[in-house]
């Protein structure tokens, strides 16, 4: 579908110059002298990519739309990691690269929502949190919790993550996929 450039968004596809694109930034210029201009930050959704374009404001784009499916993962083997589409029940596979580091937080059963286009699988999106549970964590050192210092702790996954002084090991709490970052402790 073609649009005008003044109107491109974080987070919109697009194609140029035959590979696909999303939008990572976007600002109008409006130079003292002559027309206004889109200059957009681009990532090649393949390749990662980074590139930065101006289009004239009125110039038009091809905007593409990706399918968005829901999939329930399976398992990781050697080929990637296998999910299956929870209307067809067909399975696929995906590349741990191109889930990138939320691949890690993948949990059996989990319902995940896979982008593709014309039928090549482009981005897997996990929910945003995970409860996990730490397996490993440093003991307490007197007089630390005073000071808002984390220590290193280990995940049920083999994940490093940065946790509050109080957590100990066998504690479940709540993980962001996006960066493995600590959120909260667990509501059991």
Not at 75 to 101: A, N, P, V
Request: hydrophobic share 35%; aromatic share 6%.
């Amino acid at each position: 579908m073609k649009v005008n450039a003044i109107t491109l968004r974080s987070g919109n596809v697009i194609e140029y110059n035959g590979r696909l694109w999303v939008v990572t930034k976007h600002e109008i210029n409006q130079p003292g002298k002559g027309a206004s201009v889109m200059q957009v930050e681009l990532r090649d959704i393949r390749s990662g990519a980074k590139d930065n374009v101006r289009f004239r404001t009125q110039e038009t784009v091809e905007r593409v739309r990706l399918d968005q499916e829901d999939y329930q993962y399976l398992y990781t083997d050697d080929d990637g990691c296998h999910f299956m589409h929870q209307g067809t029940f067909e399975q696929i596979s995906i590349s741990k690269e191109l889930i990138g580091t939320p691949a890690a937080y993948l949990q059996e059963g989990m319902i995940v929502e896979v982008e593709s286009f014309e039928g090549e699988a482009l981005g897997v999106h996990l929910p945003d949190t995970v409860v996990m549970e730490i397996v490993e964590a440093d003991p307490v050192i007197k007089g630390q919790t005073a000071t808002t210092s984390y220590k290193p702790a280990i995940l049920e996954n083999g994940e490093r993550v940065m946790v509050p002084p109080h957590i100990e090991a066998g504690t479940r709490i709540v993980v962001r996929t996006e960066d493995g970052s600590y959120v909260e402790r667990a509501k059991d």
